[in-house]
């Protein structure tokens, strides 16, 4: 029987470690044991973040579409409550994208969900909010 080595394994699986560990700092990237441990340990929060990625647009979207909202004379909640009134089926992303790229349109939409819904009016954001008395 032939003798079997396992020496190109090894290569394989070290050469794996240290190319993910490229751009490590000191040691991290080329002692096999810490680098190891390093890369095992940013594979852990680049799964942790590209979740928390999510959940932050989504707040970023919702704040964008809260402050064209209000630029329009409603609440967000109202808002929101109007498009599903009215089987408006546009997600926050997109909504955000069109609050901030053209508000023209953002107004129509504004428009037709304050058709079916009792809005409550939000008064118009202008200028500067005044500070009473400390």
Not at 17 to 44: D, H
Not at 91 to 120: C, G, N, Y
């Amino acid at each position: 029987m032939s003798r079997v080595t396992t020496a190109v394994a090894t290569r394989q699986r070290k050469k794996k470690i240290f190319k993910k560990a490229k751009g490590f700092w000191g040691g991290r990237k080329n002692l096999y044991r810490i680098a190891k441990e390093a890369v095992m340990r940013a594979g852990q929060f680049a799964y942790r973040d590209r979740h928390n990625k999510k959940r932050e647009f989504r707040s970023l979207w919702i704040v964008r579409v809260n402050a064209a909202c209000r630029m329009n004379g409603i609440s967000y909640n109202a808002f929101i409550n109007g498009l599903k009134k009215n089987n408006i089926a546009i997600d926050r992303k997109m909504l955000a994208e069109l609050a901030v790229h053209d508000p023209l349109a953002f107004t129509r939409i504004v428009e037709a969900a304050r058709k079916e819904s009792a809005a409550k009016a939000v008064p118009v954001a202008k200028g500067t909010p005044e500070i009473g008395p400390a």
